[in-house]
């Protein structure tokens, strides 16, 4: 019995939580599943109800939560209001029809939506944000780390053309910078994808 998490119902029962595959209190509602390619269940939470359900797991909700206590305690209620209203960070998953729980990605959402123009064109501008994200990060990382091996060259003595790494160095630091302007993009024009497709479901 040790270890078991119970849900209990109406001050008095209590009910396994692997015999409990949706259930709802004040902090939302939730399901019990398995993601694909998960090898275990885990609780998830409902972030975007509609035909297509946005979920995140349990646990991210207690992080931003205890975020914003800690930052509340700290003497900054704006930061811990914006804190708990936060996207959810690190894994999201979807589930059409209450069907079987997917990872978040372009390939898993494209194939859910196929049969909405309007939303896979916004999914198709989200993957290209992700696309642009990882070339910028990629290249500039390769920039910074070729300019700073041609540094350590120099100060070897090694005879390098000293524009070159300084130009290098410098080319870096946009393309570092394009990632962390553009953090944000994907994930809203994904959530764009799916208010539109369920928004056009219901019509």
């Known amino acids: 019995m040790l270890g ?15 015999e409990v595959s949706f259930y709802e209190n004040e902090t939302g509602y939730y399901r019990r599943a398995r993601p ?21 797991p349990r646990t991210s ?7 914003g206590s800690a930052l509340l305690a700290m003497g900054s209620p704006w930061a811990a209001a914006t804190s708990a209203a ?25 194939r859910a939506i ?12 989200a993957r290209r944000y992700e696309v642009a994200n990882t070339a910028s990060s990629v290249l ?4 910074l780390v070729g300019g700073l ?4 060259g120099h100060l070897g003595g090694a005879n390098l053309n000293g524009d070159l790494t300084l130009g290098m160095m410098g080319a870096s630091v946009p393309l570092l910078l394009v990632p962390l302007i ?22």
Do not use: C, W
């Open 86 to 110: 936060l996207p959810p960070r690190g894994p999201v998953y979807f589930a059409k029809d209450d069907g079987p729980v997917f990872a978040l990605t372009h390939g898993n959402l494209s």
């Open 36 to 56: 694909r390619g998960n090898l275990r269940e885990v609780t998830l939470r409902q972030v975007l109800p509609g035909r297509l359900s946005v979920y995140e």
């Open 149 to 152: 091996v041609r540094t350590i």
């Open 140 to 143: 500039g990382m390769g920039l």
């Open 4 to 18: 078991r998490s119970y849900l209990l119902v109406d001050g008095q029962s209590r009910l396994a939580l692997t």
């Open 182 to 203: 553009l953090k944000n993009k994907p994930a809203k024009h994904r959530r764009q994808a799916i208010e539109l497709y369920n928004y056009a479901q219901r019509q």
């Open 61 to 67: 909700l207690y992080r931003r939560l205890a975020m």
């Open 114 to 125: 196929h049969d909405s123009p309007g939303a896979l064109t916004m999914e198709a501008r």
